[in-house]
């Protein structure tokens, strides 16, 4: 009954249909009547005190109704935006969290730093007006790399944070604790070889297709506000607003995040933009909208990655790893995004064990503050800046002893037969299996007959290089007491409430949400495999929090291990309840009721009634257990997962280097990710070849720059580079799958893989390719231009 | 980023040098200029247009000149505010004397940019510095030699040539009575094609 569509299926996507007719319902199609629209004055300088504000010429221009800056703000008593998640210093002091008001009162730090607020009838209007407000700024020296904010004599950019430093965090997880930095340095005594290597992850910009927009609606007469924004978490964001900033009863927000063109992170947190047009839409009277243009995105949008990093790995005489050492230092941005001191300490060093049994490991992390855009997660969110570290340095010491890289990582890897695993760094690995994913993608790959390709290579003047990586990661963050240990101000669990229809629908309103996951088709999937019902007749609800359950949303790869978990748990309350009015229905004891394909029926027997006759029973109560039973069919279960998931996989790359040029093409990409269950194949693959173009296009492309002083460069696709399918191969994707234990649909997640696994796996195949000349090292992004001034840095001997 | 530059110039140093620090000649000079006054002895104010890449916008300018010694060199420090950003520099200014009677005038110029200006603009920067820079001295050239007027600053539009070949068929009697008489001969066929319609 759950016909072609159920577990397993490569369902086509419900979603396309609206999608790719136009028919989607983004915030920016959503219009109110009286709609006023909201331009933002911004900072130019990436460091500077504002001095005053003269809103008299704007406020004189065609159609503005006001000019708001961040003292009315203050006056509101509209509270900071806050940061979400505490580290603590090894000093065992807190991080530092100056308070970030979403329009600046007394200082701006970084360039695009919201300054003032201009509200008008037209968007033109506002954009105008906000040219003609005159803010006095007196420049500050500001400083855009955390490297040289940490210098003696480096501006200071918060009065509380000396050096700039927001805190100096190093990871004692239990298993280690407190011998992890002495056990590790006697590893490097006692190694036979050491590999140190220090990286740059560079930084990047998100660019979701749709940009973030925020349409606010107070309503005077109810004291209701309602909120359309481009969110990943509508329930977080009412939570903050209504806790932290606006400061107003949840019963009287509503927050709908309707259908939402990609986040990859950018859109978790509570912004200023957001905030501001809520309080503007209460003190106005009116509805206020604002969409970010695209350059505004460059500038307001957190942004990803920016690490330097010093990693030692110590192998012993067997190529065994005995230890690694992992230095970072991070760069946070002008203030601190809700995220931000998170990403790069507790999403990051938990995972540089990699997929190996390396015993020691010693990590060390700095968060800086400098005059840029705010740094958080972006689509792996610590993951790809720790696989980064671990997959070159086993590249490395692969080249330094002469072993192939498959071989040592192979020597090194966690065997099936010892998970869970616990790592040294804190994680307890659910599954895997390893060698059998390393030897799927070296048969995708045909890894022996790598030297024919390169001579053909060579024939066309080409060098062929081909690199590996074998990344782990960890998806939906997990358990709530845990995470709260290490600093999380919010809840990790998820949330789904199943409610059939008496007809025998289905719809589920789920807290987690779809910003191009699938949503819509995956969990219709599992729906119509344990109702039996056809997947036409399920719908799913997520994204307004008038309508659905509290719930925690979508980021980390989370949605189907702990989103779906709920909604499997809410199932398991439906087929209960269900076999309970059967069995009355049936005139046969509970227990002794099988559900299998829609039917309940009383095992043994013929005896049965459909899905749907109990659904109308439950509503039509006529023949009814009322005595022991309550009437109707809904349920609601809450999940909080008792651990992460683990998915990993092996990725080859294989690219042809032009010497002359630098240009690097990339010939062979194979994937062999271990997701653990899946539900629906197509859509598994969608999000691996989204994840491995984002990857690249960090390796290759993308780059977000500044000057030293702070001024953004790189403020538009012209100097930005995105990834096209042209610069793309056609990827190989396969799965190996090991189901997780930690939750009951053996499912892991695959939102993230692509994107933390590709970028070593790239820049290990360009360096393959550029050692016989030479080449040791080359950072990402790995352009022409990089490629061309390694070749000859080499051939010049320097 | 830093820019520099060559120009000779077939004029004594000191005719200039006086060039070079009147604002009538400056307005006369810089490409987009609207306005440009002298608001003390080293300081200047003007107006102008210009366009960095896909932004065009009005900016706001102030220069000063500093450490004059004349003839031979000065610093300019110039500001330029817009709504989409702002531009400031630096440019030390030589004048030498090239023995031929003339001059060779050489700058170095550091260059900063803002805002939009340097989100879109930055990597157009020297590119269109250069161009902008050999404007300001084909027209300084042509305000030496006396071609070009001084006090009212105009910039070049397409559709000069137009006007050019106009003026020169208005300037040779037979071309212009030729013209009168085709355009008198197609208003009577456009009276003939009126009135049997």
Redesign the interface.
């Known amino acids: 009954m759950s016909g072609d569509m159920g577990i397993g299926v490569s369902a086509p996507r419900t979603e396309d249909r609206r999608f790719i007719t136009g028919r989607g319902r983004y915030v920016d199609d959503i219009n109110l009547r009286t709609q006023q629209y909201a331009w933002f004055v911004r900072s130019?300088?990436p460091h500077a005190e504002v001095r005053g504000l003269d809103a008299a010429d704007a406020l004189k221009m065609p159609g503005v109704t006001a000019v708001l800056t961040g003292a009315d703000m203050q006056a509101d008593d509209i509270g900071s935006l806050p940061v979400a998640w505490g580290i603590t210093s090894r000093d065992g002091s807190p991080a530092v969290e100056p308070a970030y008001p979403a329009l600046a009162t007394d200082r701006v730090r970084y360039?695009g730093n919201p300054v003032a607020v201009v509200v008008a009838e037209t968007r033109t209007q506002a954009r105008d007006a906000a040219?003609?407000v005159n803010v006095d700024y007196e420049e500050l020296e500001s400083v855009s790399s955390a490297t040289a904010a940490m210098e003696e004599g480096a501006p200071l950019i918060h009065e509380g944070a000396p050096g700039n430093t927001c805190f100096d965090w190093e990871w004692l997880p239990a298993a280690m604790a407190p011998d992890a930095r002495s056990n590790t340095d006697k590893a490097f005594d006692e190694a036979a070889h050491v590999v140190s290597l220090e990286l740059v992850n560079n930084r990047l910009v998100p660019n979701a297709m749709e940009p973030r927009a925020s349409l606010a609606d107070f309503n005077p007469a109810t004291g209701q506000l309602t909120l359309y924004t481009t969110s990943q978490n509508p329930h977080v964001n009412r939570l903050l607003l209504c806790t932290a900033t606006l400061k107003m009863p949840e019963h009287k927000v509503r927050v709908v995040a309707p259908d939402v063109g990609g986040g990859f992170g950018s859109k978790i947190y509570h912004y200023a933009e957001e905030l501001t047009v809520c309080w503007a839409s209460r003190r106005l009277g009116v509805p206020v909208k604002w969409t970010a243009e695209r350059?505004e995105s460059?500038?307001a949008d957190a942004q990803g990655r920016d690490h330097v990093t010093r990693v030692e790995l110590a192998l012993d005489a067997e190529a065994h790893f005995t230890g690694m050492r992992v230095d970072t230092v991070a760069n946070l941005g002008g203030w601190l995004s809700a995220f931000g001191p998170a990403i790069p300490t507790v999403f990051y060093a938990p995972l540089l064990a990699g997929v190996y049994r390396t015993p020691n490991i010693y990590v060390t992390v700095k968060g800086v503050f400098t005059n840029t855009t705010p740094t958080d997660a972006y689509r792996g969110a610590g993951r790809p800046e720790a696989c980064y570290a671990v997959e070159r340095a086993v590249d490395e010491a692969a080249v330094q002893i002469g072993m192939d890289p498959a071989e040592l990582r192979r020597r090194n890897f966690i065997q099936p037969d010892e998970f869970p695993y616990q790592s040294p760094v804190g994680q307890l690995y659910d599954s895997g299996d390893f060698e059998g994913c390393l030897n799927l993608a070296r048969e995708l790959n045909a890894y022996e007959r790598f030297d024919e390709r390169r001579r053909q290579s060579q024939a066309r003047g080409k060098l062929r290089g081909r690199g590996m990586c074998f990344y782990i990661e960890a998806c939906g963050a997990a358990p709530s007491q845990a995470a709260g240990q290490l600093g999380a101000r919010a809840g990790l669990y998820e949330v789904a409430t199943v409610r059939v229809h008496p007809s025998g629908s289905v719809q589920v309103l789920t807290g987690s949400h779809s910003h191009g996951q699938s949503h819509e088709t995956t969990f219709a999937q599992i729906v119509a495999e344990r109702l039996g019902i056809d997947f036409g007749n399920v719908e799913i609800v997520h994204g307004d929090t008038g309508e659905i359950p509290f719930g925690m949303g979508t980021y980390g790869s989370r949605s189907l291990a702990v989103g779906g978990t709920a909604l499997y748990k809410a199932l398991d309350k439906v087929e209960e309840k269900g076999r309970k009015i059967a069995a009355h229905l049936l005139e046969a004891e509970a227990a002794d009721i099988e559900f299998t394909d829609g039917q309940f029926r009383v095992a043994g027997t013929d005896r049965a009634v459909s899905f749907g006759d109990v659904a109308l029973a439950a509503y039509v109560p006529h023949n009814y257990p009322l005595q022991e039973l309550e009437p109707g069919l809904e349920e609601t279960a809450f999940f909080d997962p008792e651990n992460f998931t683990f998915p990993s996989g092996c990725y080859i790359c294989e690219v042809e280097v032009d010497q002359n040029t630098g240009q690097v093409e990339l010939c062979d990409f194979v994937a062999a990710d271990d997701f653990g269950n899946i539900i629906n194949p197509m859509v598994v693959e969608g999000q691996v070849h989204g994840g491995l173009a984002q990857g690249i296009g960090q390796a290759l492309l993308e780059h977000c720059l500044y000057?030293p002083?702070g001024?953004?460069?790189?403020?538009?696709y012209?100097?930005y580079c995105m990834p096209r399918a042209d610069d793309l191969p056609n990827f190989v994707v396969a799965t190996r799958c090991t189901p997780t234990p930690f939750n009951p649909l053996g499912v892991k997640g695959c939102g993230e893989a692509g994107a933390i696994g590709a970028p070593p796996a790239v820049i290990n195949a360009v360096l393959g390719a550029l050692r016989p000349l030479g080449v040791r090292h080359i950072d990402m992004p790995a352009t022409p231009q990089a490629v061309w001034q390694a070749i000859e840095a080499a051939r010049s001997g320097e | 980023m830093e820019i520099r530059g060559e120009q000779s110039l077939a004029h004594p140093r000191e005719d200039v040098w006086a060039a070079l620090i009147d604002p009538d000649v400056l307005g006369a000079c810089v490409p987009g200029c609207k306005s440009f006054e002298r608001i003390s002895e080293d300081n200047y104010r003007a107006s102008m247009q210009a366009d960095i890449?896909p932004v065009s916008a009005g900016f706001a300018v102030e220069i000063r000149i500093a450490d004059p010694d004349p003839p031979r060199s000065y610093r300019l420090e110039g500001n330029a505010k817009a709504?989409v950003?702002?531009g400031r520099g630096q440019a030390d200014v030589r004048l030498e004397e090239d023995g031929r009677g003339g001059t060779k005038l050489s700058y170095v110029a550091k260059l900063?940019?803002?805002?939009?200006l340097?989100?879109?603009g930055?990597?157009l920067l020297s590119g269109i510095t250069r161009k902008i820079a050999a404007n300001f001295f084909e027209r300084f050239a042509q305000v030496l030699e006396g071609k070009r007027p001084v006090g009212a600053a105009r910039a070049k539009r397409p559709g000069v040539w137009f006007q050019v070949a106009l003026g020169r068929v208005f300037r040779n009697r037979v071309l212009r009575w030729a013209v009168v008489a085709v355009l008198l001969g197609l208003a009577a066929l456009a009276v003939f094609l009126l009135l049997t319609s």
Do not use: I, N, Y
């Open positions: 130019p300088h360039v040219e003609m350059s460059f500038l000057t002083e001024q953004l460069l790189s403020g538009s012209m100097d | 890449g709504a950003g702002f900063q940019l803002g805002g939009k340097a989100q879109v930055s990597r």
